[in-house]
T-cell receptor, first 114, second 111 residues
């Protein structure tokens, strides 16, 4: 059974704090993604990675960075959290060896920045 | 500009009713996926449609891909409270492997 896990389901941080969101997949997938989901705006792609140590900006990368040191792990970093980064963060993975258009999602991390 | 337009945005119905959700675009997609997301969880893939005109059934859910591969629909027969959730359509634009997501249809089925 495929699995994508995220380090926290709920997180509360203060403005200016550095925040790390971790995502791990056990499917040996090459591609990993970070999205944020806000009411009325749908899923917006922040960053993605198609291989270890490789990263590409998505549609809204400002204020975020990522790290992929191992194939199974993709981290999202908020260098200095701001209140407008309060959101639901979703990690996903896919494989170029299977249906590349199919994404497997984690349960999400609901981040609140005070 | 939203590449994939979903309608309606919200739907609140009684158990036993039928409903249809639409996903439309001016672009051609090589495939379209439908996901369901329950509150507090990540989206889960329901189906992928690939061929124009294709119809797939998943129990009471019927998915159709338009002949021109620019639109898709999801029809639910005799909706049940367990169908409650956010329904998302998604598809890779052009040669990309990264899907574009619609904004979703939020469905509530009342017992």
């Amino acid at each position: 059974d495929v699995k994508v896990t995220q380090s926290s389901r709920y997180l509360v941080k203060r403005t200016g704090e550095k925040v790390f969101l971790e995502c791990v997949q056990d499917m040996d997938h090459e591609n990993m993604f970070w999205y944020r989901q806000d009411p009325g705006l749908g899923l917006r792609l922040i960053y993605f990675s198609y291989d270890v140590k490789m990263k590409e900006k998505g549609d809204i990368p400002e204020g975020y960075s990522v790290s992929r040191e191992k194939k199974e792990r993709f981290s999202l970093i908020l260098e200095s959290a701001s209140t407008n980064q309060t959101s639901m963060y979703l990690c996903a993975s896919s494989s170029p060896r299977g249906r590349t258009d199919t994404q497997y999602f984690g349960p999400g991390t609901r981040l609140t920045v005070l | 500009t939203q590449l994939l337009e979903q309608s309606p945005q919200f739907l609140s119905i009684q158990e036993g009713e039928n409903l249809t959700v639409y996903c439309n675009s001016s672009s051609v997609f090589s495939s379209l996926q439908w996901y369901r997301q329950e509150p507090g969880e990540g989206p889960v893939l329901l189906v992928t449609v690939v061929t124009g005109g294709e119809v797939k059934k998943l129990k009471r859910l019927t998915f159709q891909f338009g002949d021109a591969r620019k639109d898709s629909s999801l029809h639910i027969t005799a909706a049940q409270p367990g169908d409650t959730g956010l329904y998302l359509c998604a598809g890779p634009e052009g040669g990309s492997y990264i899907p574009t997501f619609g904004r979703g249809t939020s469905l509530i089925v009342h017992p």
